[in-house]
Structure formats: C-alpha cells, structure tokens
T-cell receptor, first 111, second 114 residues
Framework: GEDVEQSLFLSVREGDSSVINCTYT??????LYWYKQEPGAGLQLLTY?????DMKQDQRLTVLLNKKDKHLSLRIADTQTGDSAIYFC???????????FGKGTKLSVKP | DAGVIQSPRHEVTEMGQEVTLRCKPI?????LFWYRQTMMRGLELLIY????????DSGMPEDRFSAKMPNASFSTLKIQPSEPRDSAVYFC????????????FGPGTRLTVL
C-alpha cells in the first residue's frame, strides 16, 4: 500500500534546528508536500518540492529529497516557539489523484 | 476572501442521530475535499469533488456517509445514523484545481457522538 511514515514527536530548544523526517513509498509521486497544523486549526501548506529536485530552501526552511531512499526531510533553522505545531508530510501517489498524509510529527519548542 | 468556512465548529450528538456538516470553499476554487482526522488513523480523505462532481469517494467509510455539492460554493457531509466511532475532526479543503494545487483547509468541525 501507499503509506507515508513520520515519527510522532520531536522536541527541540528555541534557537536550535529541527529536522523532521518522512518516508514515502511511491517513487512516481511528482510533488511532495509539507503541511503545518497549529492547535485548533486546519492544515496550511508550508512548502513543497518537485520530485526532480534534491533540495529546496525557503528562508528558514530547507527540504531535502532522497528519491533513491524515498526519504523527505524538513529542516527548520533557528526554531522559534511559534513553530510549535504538527507537521505533515504528504504525497500524491502515481496510482491516485489524492494527497496521502503521514500521521504528523508534533514539534514542541522549549524556551 | 474569508478562506474556507465550515459550520458548525463543534457538534455533539447522540448515537443514531443525523449529522450534517457544511462547507463553503474559497470563491473560484474548483476542487473540494472532505477529510477526517483522528488520533488513531491520522488524516484520511473521504471524498473529493472537482467542478461539483464527485471524483473519488473511495474513502467514504460506509453507506451512512454521504456528501453533496449542489453548487460551486457549498458542500455538505452527512452522517446518518451517527455512531460513536464517527467522533473526529472533519476538515473541508479547497484548491484551484485538483489535489496537486495548494489545498486551503477550513478550521474543521469537531464531532462528538455519544
């Protein structure tokens, strides 16, 4: 089946870097996404990467894609308390037209 | 634009009752998605509409669930009869066109079935 897997929890100190990891199963996924969910709210697209890229940087965010290992990571530099949220990795498998989400990684940032 | 609007924000009902969740997508968006979020199963797609037509309803749990999109600015998700295992947060999302485009999520409806 097509499962997107992430660790459930990550705790870091304010100012440190956070790295959230994800593995996916469908190598034909064209885009891979990171969505963020703040408490009591819906998801919000944070960033995405096209499958022919290895890396994408957007301010404090760096996305790394290793297609061989089907591994996606999100690095947040200089993590702030406002970054505390649940981060979802998502893909659109080639056999489907829909987003498949991981279960989410809850990031806790300690002052 | 106010974003995706969902109502009600919270719903508490008793087992066996009918529940109707409502969604107004962002104006101009052609695709609408209903998701269910639980601790155990995470975020699951229930159904996806494109230009008001259901494209994929394979995620709808069973016949107790039905969804409609009578026009481009309104959709409903109905559960009849409701069961305690339906308790979850239900999200509606919309995008310009399809799942690949950025999906904008509503605030969700927290449903509790007693």
């Amino acid at each position: 089946g097509e499962d997107v897997e992430q660790s459930l929890f990550l705790s870091v100190r304010e100012g440190d870097s956070s790295v959230i990891n994800c593995t996916y199963t469908d190598s034909s996924s064209t885009y891979l996404y990171w969505y963020k969910q703040e408490p009591g709210a819906g998801l919000q697209l944070l960033t995405y990467i096209f499958s022919n890229m290895d890396m994408k940087q957007d301010q404090r965010l760096t996305v790394l894609l290793n297609k061989k290992d089907k591994h996606l990571s999100l690095r947040i530099a200089d993590t702030q308390t406002g970054d505390s949220a649940i981060y979802f990795c998502a893909e659109i498998p080639g056999s489907q037209g829909n987003l498949i989400f991981g279960k989410g990684t809850k990031l806790s940032v300690k002052p | 634009d106010a974003g995706v609007i969902q109502s009600p924000r919270h719903e508490v009902t008793e087992m066996g009752q009918e529940v109707t969740l409502r969604c107004k997508p962002i104006s101009g968006h052609n695709s609408l998605f209903w998701y269910r979020q639980t601790m155990m199963r995470g975020l699951e797609l229930l159904i996806y509409f494109n230009n008001n037509v259901p494209i994929d309803d394979s995620g709808m749990p069973e016949d107790r669930f039905s969804a409609k999109m009578p026009n481009a600015s309104f959709s409903t998700l109905k559960i009849q009869p409701s069961e305690p295992r339906d308790s979850a947060v239900y999200f509606c999302a919309s995008s310009l066109q399809g799942a690949e485009d950025e999906q904008f999520f509503g605030p969700g409806t927290r449903l509790t079935v007693l």
